[in-house]
């Protein structure tokens, strides 16, 4: 069964840089074509596409986020990770790694971690 | 993009059925088939429950199926039990922009 296990700073300061990485075990990140992402939501509030990954290191980012996001895959030690830069109170929420159900699919995601609070505070 | 629009919250007793709508825009919903809904209980990580309109993965229960007409979505719930009181998020592909777009999310209570 494949499983997904984020890890990561819970507290980034304001203007700094959040990053976090999604391992995965029981299956491979190279195996088939599967976009790696990731979702975040803000808390009480509703989710949020950040954007994917392919091993191959192709990436889609959300439009409202791209010129601050980059993602990165690491095959040797099986998993994935995003970057945030220039973080405000708006970006702290709960983030999620997943996995998208079908091969060269972008969603729906049918696989997530159990998610991060990552809260954003001098 | 603004989000989908979904109802905030709805209501609906054990045994009946509720549809939860799902409204985006010819550059959403209108214009493709990739349109999910994903069930999310406090505290827990969504769980997929149905994907291309209407197919359900595996495990997931048959009282849950969805369809699409123009511009809007719709899950319908049906037999209501009291572990279907969640969260429901619509999501589809943006065909403009390459990205999954969800909606604001609908708070069913099971009273």
């Known amino acids: 069964q494949l499983q997904l296990q984020e890890s990561g700073p819970g507290l980034v300061r304001p203007s700094e840089t959040l990053s976090l990485n999604c391992n995965v075990s029981?299956?491979?990140?190279?195996?088939?074509?599967?976009?790696w992402g990731w979702v975040r939501q803000p808390p009480g509030k509703g989710l949020e596409w950040i954007g994917c990954i392919y091993h191959s290191g192709k990436t889609f980012y959300n439009p409202s986020l791209k010129s601050r996001v980059t993602m990165s895959v690491d095959t040797s030690k099986n998993q994935f990770s995003v970057r945030l830069n220039s973080v405000t109170a708006a970006d702290t929420a709960v983030y999620f790694c997943?996995?998208?159900?079908?091969?060269?699919?972008?969603?729906?995601?049918?696989?997530w971690g159990h998610g991060v609070l990552v809260t954003v505070s001098s | 993009q603004s989000a989908l629009t979904q109802p905030a919250s709805m209501t609906g007793s054990p045994g009946q059925s509720v549809t939860i709508s799902c409204t985006g825009t010819?550059?959403?919903?209108?214009?493709?088939?990739?349109i999910s809904w994903y069930q999310q209980h406090p505290g827990k990580a969504p769980k997929l429950i149905i994907s291309?309109?209407?197919n359900r993965p595996s495990g997931v229960s048959d009282r849950f199926s969805g369809s699409k007409s123009g511009n809007t979505a719709y899950l319908t719930i049906s037999v209501l039990q009291p572990d279907d009181e969640a969260d429901y998020y619509c999501?589809?592909?943006?065909?403009?922009?390459?990205?999954?777009?969800f909606g604001g999310g609908t708070k069913l209570t099971v009273l």
């Open positions: 999501s589809s592909y943006t065909v403009s922009s390459t990205f999954e777009l």
């Open positions: 291309a309109v209407n």
């Open positions: 010819g550059n959403d919903i209108g214009s493709n088939n990739f």
């Open positions: 029981g299956g491979s990140i190279v195996r088939g074509s599967f976009s």
């Open positions: 997943v996995r998208a159900a079908g091969e060269y699919q972008l969603l729906p995601q049918a696989y």
